[in-house]
């Protein structure tokens, strides 16, 4: 038999538990870890991209460490910012529209 909560007849889940989920998260953030100290490890002993020439711009910035997620982190942040400037340009509407505007 399942555990149900008082208020409604739904389950109780395994990320209800405040403990669960504070669990979750410190392994989330342990697994993270692990990947940064893995790719500073990698990073030191061997060049990710050998193939590329010396002259070529990205073979001065990969070898830093954690270099490619910082790299998409930024990436990410600029294209939801670009999306909200897609969406209203000083207060003007730009892509977005009324949600009516189909039926009009």
Not at 15 to 38: E, H, M, P, T, W
């Amino acid at each position: 038999m399942s555990k149900k909560t008082t208020k409604t007849n739904e389950k109780k889940h395994w990320l209800d538990s405040r403990q669960n989920v504070r669990k979750f998260i410190l392994g989330f953030y342990a697994l993270c870890g692990l990947v940064l100290l893995a790719d500073l490890i990698y990073s030191i002993f061997f060049h990710k991209h050998s193939s590329f020439d010396k002259d070529f711009l990205i073979h001065d910035l990969d070898v830093f460490p954690a270099f490619y997620g910082v790299y998409g982190f930024v990436a990410c942040v600029a294209l939801v910012y670009a999306s909200k400037l897609m969406r209203s340009w000083n207060g003007k509407r730009i892509l977005m529209r009324d949600e009516d505007y189909w039926e009009k």
